[in-house]
């Protein structure tokens, strides 16, 4: 696994969610990913990220994030980014589309179903399912299959999928 097979995955979902592709970078402080829509740039920190799997799944995220602002769709100014309450962060409409789309992606791309821990409301179930079907609605195999190859990525063994990202990826900031 390596640091240039998780940029292709970057422009994998540039490609697919027909956004310029972001700047990327990783640090050692702060929440595990970070759009920062004005600047078109998505960090991460790997000190909270455990795993490559999870890594994929928060890129796939924040990426969202950046086609939802770009879309216009969603009021970034009502939009809160840090609520004491887990689960009230969590029931907002971005947040909620943007683990769908991180959800499909897994299941689509690694064929791995990402459990959502901590989030068995009934209500956060009804909404996020209702995001993944529209989701899966907007984003057809055909164009998931093209951007893939468009972006060379390869998708990493399952093994491979385990392991620290912060111990494979050179020069962390």
Known sequence: MDKENFNRFIV????????????VY??????AGEAAPE?????????????????YFVAA????????????GVDMAKYVQHIDNREGYLQQDIEVESNAFGYFIMAKVFGIEMKMNGLDVE???KKFAK?????????LESEIQESLRYSGFKKP???ELGLSPKATIDNVA
Do not use: C, K
């Open 12 to 23: 994998f979902l540039a490609d697919l969610l027909a956004i310029e592709q972001p700047g």
């Open 26 to 31: 990783f640090r050692q402080d702060g929440i």
């Open 39 to 55: 600047e078109n740039t998505i960090s991460y920190n790997l000190d909270v990220i455990s795993d490559w799997i999870t890594l």
């Open 61 to 72: 995220h924040e990426m969202y994030h950046l086609y939802q602002y770009l879309e216009g």
């Open 123 to 125: 209500n956060y179930a």
């Open 131 to 139: 995001a993944v079907d529209l989701i899966s609605e907007e984003f």
């Open 157 to 159: 063994h399952l093994l």
